[in-house]
């Protein structure tokens, strides 16, 4: 049974700075794995997909990679602005006859003015 | 990119009442359709899986009798909670994939269950 974690729960960092979210998964037997948005009260934007033949992807300043022999993925948010402040979910799909995507609790973004 | 609509965003209803929620694809056709539930600060929670034309796949745990899924166009799927009750108050949210094998799923915007 997939698992996917994120850790920490929270975070706050000064508007400017760059950062790493990190995204763990248990089985490495997956189609791809996504990287969301969600602010409060609302639904999910996608944010990027990287198929499992894939390194990684870059969308603005945001880049995500995925690691599948160690189990892992990271999303870089370059020179973060108070506006990035949200929830970060990341969400693994896996292969096999019980094929679904598995989320993460998520990660709480706050970028400080 | 694809576009997957839901209604209503918000709805309040009575103990004991059912309530159906609607979800779209705008712009492309969905093959298969997902309705997860999400509860404060918690993760998404898969509730079931539809095919058009096919019943629903229920995760475990979760009633079929209570939460009613109908899929029967590619463009439009379902969720009627029936006989609704305070703990069933929760955001729903419903995504969609398109065959084309790439296994992106597009999400709506959620809907806000409050059951009185």
């Known amino acids: 049974k997939q698992e996917v974690t994120q850790i920490p729960a929270a975070l706050s960092v000064p508007e400017g700075e760059n950062l790493v979210l990190n995204c763990s998964f248990t089985d490495s037997a997956i189609y791809n794995l996504q990287w969301f948005r969600q602010d409060p009260g609302k639904g999910l934007t996608s944010l990027l997909l990287i198929q499992s033949s894939q390194r990684e992807q870059t969308s603005g300043r945001l880049n995500a990679s995925l690691d599948k022999s160690s189990g892992r993925s990271t999303l870089y948010i370059a020179a973060s602005q108070p506006g990035d402040s949200a929830t970060y979910l990341c969400a693994a799909y896996s292969t096999g006859a019980n094929s679904k995507l598995t989320f993460g609790k998520g990660i709480t973004l706050s970028v400080r003015p | 990119g694809a576009v997957v609509s839901q209604h209503p965003s918000r709805v309040i209803c009575k103990s004991g009442t059912s309530v159906k929620i609607e979800c779209r694809s705008l712009?492309?056709?969905?093959?298969?359709m997902f309705w997860y539930r999400q509860f404060p600060k918690k993760s998404l929670m898969l509730m079931a899986t539809s095919n058009e034309g096919s019943k629903a796949t229920y995760e475990q745990g979760v009633e079929k009798d209570k939460f009613l899924i109908n899929h029967a166009s590619l463009t439009l799927s379902t969720l009627t909670v029936t006989s609704a009750h305070p703990e069933d108050s929760s955001f729903y949210i419903c995504s969609a994939r398109d065959g084309t094998g790439r296994y992106e799923q597009y999400f709506g915007p959620g809907t806000r269950l409050t059951v009185t």
């Open positions: 712009d492309f056709q969905a093959t298969t």
